[in-house]
């Protein structure tokens, strides 16, 4: 019976194929990946005083100068708004920035109060820059560049002649410097020498 046993564990032995132990792979040296050269950025071209000088220039460029550049001097000193008296609209700029004197007053301001665009507004203010009426100043507000509108030439008050009697003399013409009616000695313009200064001076 031990035999037997015996034979049996050899034919199972002889069946089942022995586990060979296969033959470890041979470690290959790891190459160590050198790290990939940069490529190397081109330098960036330094800007030249000049080069900087126009970038700030066109940073800085106004809608007018703008304008300026697109239209012809004939374009700007013929301009027109279509219905519109462009006579009685400059006496009326005229009379707003006289109040306002040497302060001048911004642009945008102006045109709101004429009920003007912004784009009819600076080709309006470049025609009267260039009729020498007004003088644009370049300001930097709330981080823009816009302009301030300045009286250049003052429209003449009348209110200095006004009811003076020279206007309605009767005896204008008989009027003169050495003659026996003159306005060395007229009883009219005294009285309205005198009625003009007891005037309460005017508040600003």
């Known amino acids: 019976m031990t035999k037997k046993k015996d034979k049996l564990s050899e ?5 089942t194929p022995s586990k060979e132990k296969k033959p470890a792979k041979k470690e290959v040296p790891s190459k160590e990946k050198k790290p990939a050269k940069k490529e190397a950025l081109p330098k960036e071209k330094k800007l030249t005083k000049k080069e900087l000088e126009e970038i700030k220039k066109e940073a800085e460029k106004t809608l007018e100068e703008e304008l300026e550049e697109q239209l012809t001097d004939e374009e700007i000193e ?39 665009t912004s784009r009819d507004g600076s080709r309006l203010a470049l025609k009267l820059e260039r009729m020498g009426t007004i003088y644009r100043e370049k300001i930097l507000d709330k981080g823009r560049w816009t302009y301030k509108l300045i009286l250049k030439k003052t429209p003449i008050s009348t209110l200095s002649i006004e009811n003076a009697p020279c206007l309605v003399c009767p005896v204008e013409q008989k009027c003169s410097l050495e003659g026996e009616i003159s306005p060395r000695n007229c009883q009219f313009i005294e009285d309205w020498v005198l009625a003009d200064m007891k005037k309460p001076a005017k508040v600003k």
């Open 11 to 15: 034919d199972v032995a002889k069946k």
């Open 78 to 116: 013929n301009f027109q708004i279509e219905k519109v008296d462009m006579e009685r609209l400059t006496n009326k700029i005229c009379d707003v920035l006289a109040e306002r004197e040497s302060e001048g007053m911004f642009q945008s301001e102006l045109w709101k109060k004429l009920k003007l």
